[in-house]
């Protein structure tokens, strides 16, 4: 399903947007980029696709946020979920 609505002000369309329990995804369509990132930024979703959607990049995370997410897969952030951080240190020499 998809659900598009036109409008003016873009406080209320984030308003709108994060006023779900879910945040899996958002999509933009515009023709003015820079606004499209300042928004992208503002909306409580895990990934937003800006004049596309659905597109997968294997080195970028599939997350969610608030009830659409239990921690990120794929990419570096997927990895890094299985990986516990260690810090050697050694002197080398006199």
């Known amino acids: 399903m998809l659900v ?16 779900t329990r ?9 023709r003015e980029l820079s606004r499209a990132h300042l928004t992208a930024r503002r ?6 696709w800006i004049n596309a959607h659905g597109m997968k990049d294997t080195s970028a995370p599939f997350c969610g946020m ?3 997410g239990w921690g990120r897969e794929v990419g570096e952030d997927g990895v ?3 990986m516990e951080t260690k810090t050697v240190m050694a002197l ?3």
């Open 66 to 68: 608030k009830e659409s």
């Open 22 to 30: 879910y945040g899996l995804a958002a999509n933009i369509w515009t």
């Open 80 to 82: 890094l979920h299985y």
């Open 43 to 48: 909306l409580q979703a895990g990934m937003v």
């Open 92 to 94: 080398l020499g006199d």
């Open 4 to 19: 598009a609505t036109p409008f003016d002000d873009v406080d209320e369309v984030v308003k709108s947007a994060n006023d």
